[in-house]
Structures are given as C-alpha cells and as structure tokens.
C-alpha cells in the first residue's frame, strides 16, 4: 500500500486512494466486518510510515469498508498442545510491533480523521480514540470488548481511555465492556460528532478534506503542542508553543492568511 497513484488489489486488507491532498484508508475486510489482523495493521503501518514522507498528503480518513469500522481482532486461543512451543517473547514482540501504529496514527503530524459505524471494539476502538477526529454515525457501538474474550486490552486502548476519561472510567470501560450507543460516546466525548446513518463517511471525507486545504506546518504544530500538554509540565509547553508560533509565522500560508485577511477573502492554504 502507498500514497502513490497506484491503488492496491481490490482485495488487499486495506485500501488507499489520494484525493487532492487527502489520503483515504479503508479497512478493507468486509466480510470479517474489519477485524484487525496481522496483514491489516502491516499494511496501517506501512501506510502511515509512507505518508509521513509524501508531500502531498496534508491529511488522512480512515473509514471501513461494509457494515462496520472494525469489530476487534483476530486472536487464536492456544490448545494445550501448541502451549509447549509457545515463543512467549518473540509473540509479545510481535504484536508489540504491530501496535506501534496506534502512536504512528496519534503523533503524525498531519491531521487524522475516522468515520464510524456499525460495531467498534476492542483494536478498531483503540485505532479510532488515536485519530484526531471521529465521526460517527447513529449506527455506532462502541465497547472495549476484550474482557468478554479473557483479554487485557492492546492497540492503545489502555493508554487513550485513561487520557479521555480518567483512571476510573477507564476502569469500568476495561473491566465491564459495557456497549455504549454513540448518544452515550458522544457524552462522554469519545466521539467528536453524530450524524446520520450512512452519512459518517461522507461527513467524514468532507472535514478530512477541509483539513487536506488548511495550513499543514500549523496543524502539526498544535498536535505537538497538545502532545506536550498532555505529558509535560507547563513551562515545557510554554516552550513548545512559543518555538511552535515562531515557526508557523515563517510560513507560506501564515502570510497568505495575513494577505486574505487584508484582502477581505478566504485564504488558499498551500500546506507550507
């Protein structure tokens, strides 16, 4: 999979298409309504790792093919015979490995949209909660799910409930997998906006677009510097927002702002 004019093979677990600065994803395992296996989050991380180094993409929409965004993830029980050759470090690096698209998805620099519906559990929630954006239909479930399946969690979900929803909703989410309407994720602000079943990846694709035309150094900038509020202490995000604006007032599209603005019309970002 590449951000390049090339599509991949209709049946490649994910698709791409690059649409004037927007590079569109779509989980593409409809018939196992997008469940995240090996093959699907190489091709994530393979997808992601070739967009920081595009040019030309200035955002991205991850959306789901059919039904559903993603209902979770294959994982095989073991039976009592293949526990006895059971690579427990090299199993634990392996999907270590697979899970590092959760931070390429919440630290690109580019903005990141997803549009939900149907079920969304367990990685497929963790992979929407490190977007930036989520929009969701009035289809949308939402559950951690793992526990149901004598799981501890993985992809992040851990990490981006706690952040969201503090230690002990994070808890419960966790603990209980309660099935949350998209009324009940978006009051809990798991969800940034509802719309219409049917309509999320549209809505989607339209605001996903909006940020492909806006400035991009700008948009990278405020991610880092709501990372750092996150995690760093208040003088090293006083820091980290004073070199971040000096840096954006450097740009092409902070003067061609300051020129509309002048001119009276809307600005035409060129993402530089």
């Not at 590079?23 to 018939?31: E, K």
């Not at 993985?154 to 706690?162: C, E, I, Q, R």
Request: charged share 25%.
């Amino acid at each position: 999979m590449t951000a390049s004019e090339e599509e991949p093979p209709v049946d490649s677990p994910l698709m791409s298409s690059l649409h004037r600065g927007l590079l569109v994803l779509t989980l593409n395992r409809p018939a196992r309504n997008n469940a995240l296996n090996a093959e699907l989050a190489e091709a994530l991380l393979q997808a992601f790792s070739e967009a920081r180094r595009d040019d030309r993409v200035r955002a991205i929409l991850i959306q789901g093919a059919g039904d559903h965004f993603c209902i979770g993830g294959e994982f095989d029980a073991l039976s009592d015979k293949t526990r006895w050759a059971f690579d427990f470090s090299r199993k634990t690096a392996d999907l270590r490995r697979l899970m590092e698209v959760s931070r390429m998805i919440h630290e690109t620099p580019l903005p990141v949209v997803t549009a939900l519906k149907g079920r969304v559990t367990g990685p497929g929630l963790a992979l929407a909660l490190a977007s930036d954006i989520r929009i969701a239909d009035e289809s949308t479930w939402l559950s951690t799910g793992y526990a149901r399946f004598g799981l501890s969690g993985g992809y992040g979900g851990v990490y981006f409930l706690t952040r969201l929803l503090g230690s002990a909703r994070a808890r419960e989410m966790l603990l209980l997998s309660p099935d949350l309407s998209v009324a009940e994720s978006l009051n809990m602000g798991l969800v940034t906006r509802v719309v219409p079943s049917g309509a999320a990846d549209k809505e989607a694709f339209d605001l996903a677009m909006s940020l492909a035309d806006g400035p991009t150094t700008s948009f990278g900038c405020i991610k880092q510097n709501v990372s750092m509020a996150e995690q760093g202490s208040i003088g090293e995000t006083l820091d980290m927002e004073a070199e971040n604006h000096v840096l954006c007032t450097l740009t092409a599209d902070h003067r061609e702002a300051n020129t509309a603005i002048r001119e009276g019309r809307d600005p035409e970002f060129i993402g530089l």
